[in-house]
């Protein structure tokens, strides 16, 4: 069954960090795809976060969390990282990891396999 499966969440204080991971099944290779990481806070819609694309392995970041999140991969673990410093309570969110080959990096409708999703949530 080809899954992502998101893990690293929980709760933090402002200004510490946290990392996030997305471990891709058996049944897929991350290395042969854009992983997109998206949030959703409460009462609002799933935005792009972050992006790494398959082959260069170049990076995109939504304006929020530029300078302050980096989005990696360890091809040899399947294993795409979300490393989140400096966090603020305005990223308080579910997160999610997804797959795809989007032309447009932070539109949701552009990848294939989605994650469960991991609670991230930063308050004093």
């Known amino acids: 069954q080809v899954q992502l499966v998101e893990s690293g969440g929980g709760l933090v204080q402002p200004r510490d960090s946290l990392r996030l991971s997305c471990v891709g099944s058996?049944?897929?290779?991350?290395?042969?795809?854009?992983i997109g990481w998206f949030r959703q806070a409460p009462g609002k819609g799933r935005e792009g976060v972050s992006f790494i694309h398959p082959s260069d392995e170049s990076t995109k970041y939504a304006n929020s969390v530029k300078g302050r999140f980096t989005v990696s991969r360890d091809n040899a673990k399947n294993t795409v990282y979300l490393q989140m410093d400096s966090l603020r309570p305005e990223d308080t969110a579910v997160y999610y990891c997804?797959?795809?080959?989007?032309?447009?990096?932070?539109?949701?409708?552009?990848?294939?396999?989605w994650g469960q999703g991991t609670q991230v949530t930063v308050s004093s």
């Open positions: 997804a797959a795809g080959h989007p032309t447009m990096w932070a539109i949701m409708q552009e990848y294939d396999t």
């Open positions: 058996s049944e897929i290779t991350l290395a042969y795809y854009g």
